[in-house]
């Protein structure tokens, strides 16, 4: 189990109890009284918690993607390959230095994902970043630009939040982002690009070319991080460090929380 942040109401409780009664002691009774009427529950299935954080059911559903990786696209290999690449990025380098997911996209991931996306549960934000925090402590660097993938102001209009600019917003905030520069409006999507779910990869290609643009110049060889929740073809990330690469970055890294095969 790992730790995760108190919810809203119980946090309220806690403060409440601790203001009137003063200093540690106060706090304390505030948190025994906070967990007491509001039990924890798993923030995906709602079962209830001991602890903090996920219950063992969802927890053990995720797959993370460890080791042994295409160094570049970071798709799981079935064994070590003396130069680290898988076949597809030999054969067609991707324009990016480093994709990392944290997670296989499976029931589990798209459970969280669909939920933090579409059921409007900005409360999973911190649980889907903790999860994906190792993974960004070992990309993130000081001085490197972090910009999430946007979305089009219609489909932000009618969502009221961009999940990758959530997610992007807490790893930044986390010890991780110490020194990483966070840069949440500086990759502007210029259209509605179709929803990319049942498109093939030429499609999704297609369909996201010329999409982005920057708000602002880039210094040359400036490095970035680009955040998205999922990765189905690559095509957004690479379509997004193409305009990148344009405008003078140098290497321009991606995490997600979780990647199709
Ligand atoms: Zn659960
Ligand atoms: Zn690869």
């Not at 579409?118 to 402590?137: C, K, M, N, T």
């Not at 489909?155 to 807490?170: I, T």
């Amino acid at each position: 189990m790992i730790g995760f942040e108190k919810s809203p109401a119980k946090q309220l409780i806690a403060r409440l109890a601790g203001r009137n009664m003063g200093q540690n002691m106060g706090r304390n009774m505030g948190q025994i009284l906070a967990d007491t009427l509001l039990p924890r529950l798993c923030p995906d299935c709602r079962a209830p918690l001991a602890g903090a954080g996920l219950c063992g059911r969802c927890w053990s559903g995720l797959q993370a993607i460890a080791e042994p990786l295409c160094h570049c696209c970071g798709r799981g290999l079935p064994h070590q390959l003396p130069d680290n690449l898988c076949l597809a990025c030999h054969l067609n380098p991707p324009p990016l230095g480093r994709i990392r997911a944290g997670y296989l996209y499976n029931d589990a991931s798209r459970r969280l994902i669909l939920a933090f996306k579409h059921g409007d549960r900005l409360d999973l934000g911190p649980v889907i970043a903790q999860l994906l925090a190792a993974s960004f402590a070992r990309l993130a660097e000081p001085g490197m630009l972090v910009l999430p993938i946007p979305l089009h102001r219609t489909r932000y209009f009618k969502r009221r939040y961009n999940q990758s600019a959530e997610l992007a917003r807490l790893l930044c905030a986390s010890p991780a982002g110490q020194g990483v520069r966070p840069a949440p409006g500086l990759l502007r999507r210029l259209r509605a690009t179709r929803q990319m779910g049942g498109l093939g990869q030429a499609a999704r290609q297609c369909n996201v070319k010329n999409a982005f643009a920057l708000s602002r110049p880039l210094v040359a060889g400036q490095p970035v991080l680009l955040i998205d929740d999922v990765m189905t073809t690559g095509a957004t990330l690479h379509e997004a460090a193409r305009i990148l690469k344009k405008a003078g970055a140098g290497q321009v890294d991606a995490l997600v929380f979780a990647r199709v095969g």
